[in-house]
């Protein structure tokens, strides 16, 4: 008999992102264990499991920023990519 079935997310993502993902969104407690992040190009996810009720889901995790840019003083800046804000 099948026990485990894919359903409707019980906890919204904002509600899972107001706790940063620290709370299981199927029982509500926060014993879980991540496993490796893994990556494509701007996203990268792990998988996470409920040690309390064994649910299991990934977390997703987008490109947001860069930062600490040292580049060489011979290096012209790009000006075709920059998009203003
Ligand atoms: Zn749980």
Redesign the pocket.
Known sequence: MKTETKIKMPMTNTSYLRYKGTL??????N??EASEVEQDVATSWQSIT??????EWKDVYVLHMYTDLTMPVTVKPIQSLIVEE
Request: a negative charge; glycine letters at 8%.
């Open positions: 299981c969104p199927a029982c509500g407690c014993d879980l409920c040690l309390d009720c064994n649910a």
